[in-house]
């Protein structure tokens, strides 16, 4: 049975991927933040198995690292790796106004040094899996080539973090047989903003079918690494 680990797995993306790999046959390892969001907990009542529940914070060095020790607990291989959580503080102050840079250093420690945290932790295994695939997801905000914001600093740069360790990373790990992607996910009916943005145009279980499309296609394996969850090419 091939294994998949996703953080951000309470709610909104994260939940859609799990969602869908169970479904798709594959064992789960969830990475949970919000211990008072129920949803995973029903879920493994249907799979109880395949599904597995792992105390996750990707801002935290040591959580990262307890939950790499469960994981190898319970395995010794991944197939894929998708490091989908992710924050954004409502910090829309331009460069005339006063900036929160705590609220940015947040963010960069959880959009941006988060996913290689938790990459750090279970590269070993997943160079042991047969899919070899890592994900980071990435958004349209960190493109320089599109950029059209006049604001969002904390969250547009941590992305374009995201989108410069993702090259990195597939740099080193094409030598490994492993593919990396960093994909924008479309503007999400999610809860990043603390409520379901209902103000968005994109169903989280569309996006995460379409991503799930997108990484098992045979025709990106070799290709770019920066798409949107269509599958279409974004510039850096």
């Known amino acids: 049975m091939k294994k998949v680990y996703i953080t951000g797995a309470d709610r ?3 939940f859609a991927f799990v969602n869908k790999f169970l ?26 198995d395949v599904l ?9 060095d040591n959580s990262v690292k307890k939950a790499a020790q469960k994981i190898k607990q319970k395995t010794d291989s991944l197939d894929i790796l998708i490091n989908n959580a992710g924050i954004f503080y409502d910090e829309n102050g331009d460069i005339f106004e006063k900036l929160d840079f705590e609220i940015m250093k947040d963010m960069f420690n959880v959009n941006a040094l988060g996913p290689l945290r938790v990459t750090n932790s279970v590269i070993d295994l997943l ?26 600093y904390g969250y547009c740069m941590s992305k374009t973090a995201v989108n410069k360790q993702s090259v990195i990373l597939q740099n080193h790990l094409k030598d490994y047989g492993i593919k990396v992607f960093a994909i924008h996910p479309g503007y999400l009916k999610s ?4 409520e379901k943005n209902m103000e968005a145009d994109v169903e989280p279980n569309e996006s995460a079918k379409k991503i799930y499309d997108l990484i098992k296609s045979k025709d990106k394996l070799e290709k770019h690494i920066y798409y949107d969850y269509l599958g279409e090419e974004l510039e850096w």
């Open 127 to 152: 160079i042991k899996g047969q899919d070899k695939i890592l994900v980071n997801i990435s958004s349209e905000a960190g493109s320089c080539g599109e950029a059209w914001r006049k604001m969002e």
């Open 23 to 48: 479904k798709e046959g594959y064992k789960v390892f969830a990475g949970r933040y919000l211990e008072e969001w129920d949803d995973l907990v029903e879920l493994k009542k249907e799979y109880p």
């Open 12 to 14: 909104g993306l994260g």
């Open 191 to 194: 809860y990043m903003l603390g």
């Open 52 to 60: 597995k529940l792992i105390p996750l914070d990707v801002g935290e």
